[in-house]
């Protein structure tokens, strides 16, 4: 792992106790539908097919 990875990830999860890391990763599985539609929308609006 990278020193630039590891600062990322403690910058993003330090201060995150169990309940909370649980949490956030529940909300970024809800999220993922969401995520894909944009992508396509962001493609198509950009020329690609």
């Given amino acids: 792992m990278s020193s630039a990875t590891f ?4 910058a993003k999860f330090g201060g995150m106790d169990a309940s909370l890391m649980a949490r956030m990763t529940e909300l970024e599985e809800e999220n993922r539908p969401f995520r894909a539609k944009t992508k396509g929308n962001v493609e198509r609006f950009n020329g690609y097919p």
């Fill in 7 to 10: 600062y990322r990830w403690r």
